[in-house]
């Protein structure tokens, strides 16, 4: 076992190398004429380093690069029920024009692109490259501006002391720093099964992260937080997940084509509307309603209609093939389906069609089921033409919804809204979101509280020097 070690004392300890802590440690660094003294702890070595954010493309809901979609405020409450403190979406919207300034002057660059939903409500942009890029920039810049970056160096505890704080770190250098302040970066907790599982249920525990990034993410700096007086925020027992082709190893094998057909589970029955709304708004309760069924398996069921939907290629991110079969039965049985099941489900469906509009794929076309229990609200189209198409499904998790409580400057508060001195958090570890996500803020508010943070506690420990 290697000794521990204490280095030179630090301005401010940034926990976490994704879009947050980068930003956090980057707006630190340059905050007055000689910038603060900023170490960056992070659990992965460097070849797995950067967090979620290093495998999303990272798409943000942004109408133009420093516009906010319409109703970004409005949409990111309503999806909360109310309960997203509005000061933050409001900050939010107002500094990300500043944000997306700053983060393009270090190199990043951005691009409207099709997004993988064939149906999508709100548009997106997205920086050239994805997240991936998102992190190189912003190591890059950190590095120039002497930011010391740390790998492999997890923080396993957090102490507040006279004069800041002491961090200690463990792998295979362990060490103790002291910092005058600590921003807390570390994610959410989706990359722990008993964590998920006592939040959520039992159940959760059967998700795995989409994507080998969330593996660290395992939520224990969140409770070093609390353990120092933290108050959490956000719904707990929520997450953010994307049905996933249960066939496939790669990351984000993501499936957002159920709109064109039917889901059964094991049992080969239907359990959801499957074109209640567009693909961008739906996929989570779709992912959620997923995770409720046995074994978390899905599968959508569907014929020769899928291969006319222009785009579909596009929201197939799996590289998975679909399966497909001359009959149902022959289908249901390549799935491992009861065949008798599955024709009994696609006969009641068909039956159920209504034929008073006309199908449109890109659009919520009205084609609805009647006297159906699910209904089908939109693009109910009879399965009766070989081939016949299947995909088997599950659940993977993105990040999960609880984390710490935290005010407009990113200043961690107490129970009763007080700021923690010298305590900052930014990013998936603060809990903003309940109910529903409002897709493509995740990394938008990342870079924006991220860069907040770090400028507010850079401020906080120079004004005291
Ligand atoms: C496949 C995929 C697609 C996505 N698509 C989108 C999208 O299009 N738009 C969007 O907005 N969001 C998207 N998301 C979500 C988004 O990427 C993340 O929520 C966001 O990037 C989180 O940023 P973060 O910095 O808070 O956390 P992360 O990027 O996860 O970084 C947290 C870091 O903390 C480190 N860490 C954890 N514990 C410790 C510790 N004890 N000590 C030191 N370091 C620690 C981790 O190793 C990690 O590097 C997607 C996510 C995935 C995986």
Redesign the pocket.
């Known amino acids: 076992m290697s000794a521990t070690t204490q280095t030179a004392p630090a301005d401010v300890v940034v926990?976490?190398?994704?879009?947050?802590?980068l930003s956090a440690a980057l707006s630190a660094a340059e905050r007055g004429p000689d910038g603060a003294r900023v170490v960056l702890?992070?659990?992965?070595d460097e070849s797995q380093?950067?967090?979620?954010?290093?495998?999303?493309?990272?798409?943000?809901r942004l109408a133009d690069v420093y516009e906010p979609a319409d109703g970004f405020v409005d949409d990111m409450i309503a999806f909360s029920q109310g309960k997203t403190e509005k000061a933050y979406v409001e900050t939010l919207v107002d500094q990300l024009p500043h944000a997306m300034e700053w983060v393009q002057g270090h190199g990043v660059r951005f691009q409207r692109r099709a997004t993988y939903f064939v149906t999508a409500s709100k548009p997106r942009m997205?920086p050239v490259g994805g997240?991936e890029a998102l992190v190189r920039s912003l190591t890059q810049a950190c590095r120039e501006r002497g930011v010391d970056i740390r790998y492999s160096?997890?923080?396993?505890g957090l102490e507040r002391t006279d004069d800041g704080f002491l961090v200690t770190t463990g792998g295979p250098q362990p060490d103790r720093i002291s910092s005058r302040a600590c921003i807390v970066?570390?994610?959410g907790f989706e990359g722990d099964r008993d964590r998920l599982a006592q939040h959520m249920g039992e159940h959760a525990r059967a998700m795995k992260?989409?994507?080998p990034?969330?593996q660290?993410?395992?939520g224990?700096?969140i409770d070093l937080v609390v353990g120092l007086g933290g108050a959490t925020s956000g719904e707990w027992s929520n997450f953010?997940g994307e049905p996933v082709d249960s066939r496939s190893t790669q990351?984000?094998a993501s499936v957002m084509v159920f709109p064109y057909g039917i889901l059964v589970n094991n049992r080969g029955e239907r359990f959801a509307d499957e074109g209640i709304g567009t693909v961008d708004e739906t996929y989570e309760d779709i992912a959620r309603a997923i995770l409720d069924q046995p074994d978390v398996a899905a599968y959508l069921v569907s014929d020769a209609t899928f291969d006319t939907v222009p785009g579909i290629e596009r929201g197939l991110l799996t590289d998975r093939k679909p399966v497909r079969a001359d009959s149902i039965a022959e289908l249901a049985s390549e799935l491992g389906l009861d065949p008798d099941a599955l024709a009994s489900t696609v006969d009641a469906f068909n039956a159920a069609v209504r034929d008073d509009h006309d199908f449109d794929p890109k659009a919520p076309d009205g084609r609805a089921t009647e006297g159906l229990e699910p209904a089908k609200s939109n693009w109910a189209v009879r399965i009766d033409t070989p081939p016949f198409v299947g995909i088997p499904l599950t659940t993977d998790i993105?990040?999960t919804y609880g984390g710490l409580a935290t005010d407009e400057r990113g200043q961690v508060v107490d129970d009763q809204g007080a700021v923690l001195p010298g305590l900052y958090a930014?990013?998936?570890?603060t809990g903003v979101y309940y109910h529903k996500y409002p897709?493509?803020?995740?990394?938008?508010r990342?870079l924006v509280f991220?860069r907040i943070a770090g400028a507010s506690a850079a401020a906080e420990v120079l004004q005291q020097a």
Not at 49 to 60: E, I, M, Q, R
Not at 153 to 156: F, K
Not at 439 to 444: E, N, P
């Open positions: 926990v976490g190398g994704g879009v947050a802590g702890l992070e659990k992965a380093a950067g967090g979620n954010t290093a495998w999303t493309d990272a798409y943000f997205m997240g160096a997890p923080a396993v970066a570390s994610g992260p989409i994507a990034g969330g660290f993410n395992t224990d700096v953010h990351a984000e993105v990040f930014a990013g998936e570890c897709g493509a803020t995740s990394v938008l990342g991220g």
